[in-house]
T-cell receptor, first 116, second 112 residues
Framework: GAGVSQSPSNKVTEKGKDVELRCDPI?????LYWYRQSLGQGLEFLIY????????KSGLPSDRFSAERTGGSVSTLTIQRTQQEDSAVYLC??????????????FGSGTRLTVV | AQSVTQLGSHVSVSEGALVLLRCNYS??????LFWYVQYPNQGLQLLLK??????LVKGINGFEAEFKKSETSFHLTKPSAHMSDAAEYFC??????????FGTGTRLQVFP
């Protein structure tokens, strides 16, 4: 597609429920990143994919968080047993290369998750 | 390790005034540096970047930034602020593992 697409744009869920957030990167972009932006905070790195593998998942805050990428394209971030502190905007970005190419990222508009 | 410090979480300027948003970085390797802008309820948009070469980098919307190695700085400037520049601005440095490390952001307000 023309840009990075994220869905849903907004999600309200009850504490304890599982949620899935979807990211559809720009076609041909091999690297995909997930970040979390909490109110008043900067961007917190969660995980990145090169193709379908995740060389760096060091930012996932707990084992309730997981992510996968299939076909080198769409990625899904899953949060199990959501907690109120999971409320944030989850941003996805993609880039056409890794290994420091200096391209910078193209970001999606994010999914605003609210846990009530 | 790489890190970014943005001085001033909020900056207010009058329309037509100079915009200066400060960013200092720490990097154990030659840095790649970026400025992003985020408008309300939107994702981040790349303003400009420095990788190698010319240290004064020009970006979109009249913004520019100068890489100063001796000061480990990459401050963002614009000679004359517009109302439409009101947004949050993030400085970032590329880490050795190729992820971007962001500062905590600076919210720019522009008053008429």
């Amino acid at each position: 597609g023309a840009g990075v697409s994220q869905s849903p744009s907004n999600k309200v869920t009850e504490k304890g429920k599982d949620v899935e957030l979807r990211c559809d990167p720009i076609s041909g972009h091999t690297a995909l990143y997930w970040y979390r932006q909490s109110l008043g905070q900067g961007l917190e790195f969660l995980i990145y994919f090169q193709g379908n593998s995740a060389p760096d998942k060091s930012g996932l805050p707990s084992d309730r968080f997981s992510a996968e990428r299939t076909g080198g394209s769409v990625s899904t971030l899953t949060i199990q047993r959501t907690q109120q502190e999971d409320s944030a905007v989850y941003l996805c970005a993609s880039t056409q290369n890794i290994a420091p190419s200096g391209y910078g990222y193209t970001f999606g508009s994010g999914t605003r998750l609210t846990v009530v | 390790a790489q890190s970014v410090t943005q001085l001033g979480s909020h900056v207010s300027v009058s329309e037509g005034a100079l915009v200066l948003l400060r960013c200092n970085y720490s990097s154990s390797v030659p840095p790649y540096l970026f400025w992003y802008v985020q408008y309300p309820n939107q994702g981040l948009q790349l303003l400009l970047k420095y990788t190698t070469g010319a240290t004064l980098v020009k970006g979109i919307n009249g913004f520019e930034a100068e890489f100063k190695k001796s000061e480990t700085s990459f401050h963002l400037t614009k000679p004359s602020a517009h109302m439409s520049d009101a947004a949050e601005y993030f400085c970032a440095v590329r880490s050795v593992t190729d992820k971007l490390i962001f500062g905590t952001g600076t919210r720019l307000q522009v008053f008429p």
